[in-house]
């Protein structure tokens, strides 16, 4: 799938590996659209980069599906003149605002936990499940019939299984590559993940950069080496049904 002169909807867009992703992708030539609740950053990221190539349709949940509908619609009319070829999950969260239990409340809730799967898990569907719908009704772009692709952001703490909502919810999202690279491949629309390991962001700032180091290099992963490897994955076809680990060495 070549990048120039389509749209992609990047959720996460505003702050971090989204918001580099945002970055490279409007370098390569694309219309891109931000999907976040953090109208202050996304606000300032189109600002910087350009109405004409970069648009937020206002403060988007991912685990809203009305609000998803209406912002994938006025995307379409936004960029009315390019074809929307694909989605970029990258909003999360690590922990809720919710209490914990136990001693020193630091076990999970379920609380907590229903709030990590929701924003996680249930948001990157809602978005991938419309998006889908929509390459859909595209034209097969290449002599592979390829219509579209979606890009997941699961994690070395869902895989190696460490923390029980953001691991769970992690984990989810790595496990939903397979089946949903299955059920949308006779569509010609290709579903990958990828699992950083640690990454240089406001996600790891906020926990004082207590995240270890990768193995080698011995250090966090920049936003650009992660939007660099979503670039490759949509230009790469055969890359389909599988969770792609970033994180030099590391593991949770
Ligand atoms: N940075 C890392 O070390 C690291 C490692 C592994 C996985 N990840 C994953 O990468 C993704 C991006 O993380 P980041 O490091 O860029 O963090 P970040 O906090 O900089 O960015 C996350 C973005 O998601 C948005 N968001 C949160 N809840 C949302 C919701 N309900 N609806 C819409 N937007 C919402 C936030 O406003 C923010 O802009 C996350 O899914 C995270 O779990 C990050």
Redesign the pocket.
């Known amino acids: 799938m070549k990048i120039l002169g389509y749209t992609f909807i990047v ?2 867009g ?6 580099s992703v945002v970055r490279s992708l409007i370098e390569q030539g694309a219309f891109v659209a931000i ?4 109208v202050k ?1 996304a606000t300032t990221l189109v600002e910087e980069l350009g109405k004409n190539k970069c648009y937020f349709p206002s403060s ?4 809203v599906e009305d609000q998803v509908n209406i912002a994938v619609q006025k995307t379409l009319q936004y960029f009315s003149t390019s074809t929307l070829r694909g989605a970029i999950l ?5 922990f809720s605002p919710m209490d914990g239990y136990g001693p020193d409340k630091t076990l999970t809730s379920y609380s907590q936990f229903e709030h990590i799967i929701r ?2 898990l249930l ?1 990157t569907y809602c978005v991938a499940q419309k998006v889908a719908q929509e390459l859909l009704r595209n034209e097969p772009v290449n002599d592979d019939g390829e219509r579209g692709v979606i890009i997941t ?5 869902g895989l190696d299984g460490t923390l029980v909502g ?1 691991g769970t919810s ?1 984990a989810g999202i790595a496990g939903l590559t397979l089946p949903l690279a299955k059920e949308l491949a006779p569509q010609g629309i290709r579903v990958m993940s990828i ?5 240089d ?4 700032q906020r926990q004082n950069n207590t ?1 270890p180091t990768c193995l080698y290099p011995s250090r ?2 920049q ?1 650009k080496e992660f939007s660099d490897l979503v670039v490759q994955v949509i230009g790469m076809r055969m890359l389909n049904g599988s969770v792609i680990r970033l994180d030099g060495a590391l593991k949770a």
Do not use: C, H, Q, R
């Not at 990258?90 to 690590?94: D, K, Q, R, T, Y």
């Not at 952001?153 to 703490?157: A, D, E, G, Q, Y």
């Not at 699992?195 to 990454?199: D, E, I, K, Q, T």
């Not at 962001?201 to 790891?204: D, E, G, S």
């Open positions: 959720t996460g505003a702050s971090g590996l989204g918001e999907f976040d609740i953090n950053l988007v949940d991912v685990t990258s909003s999360g969260i690590v924003v996680n948001g952001v699961s994690s070395i703490l953001y992690k699992a950083p390991g640690p990454f962001t406001p996600i790891v995240a966090y992963g936003p």
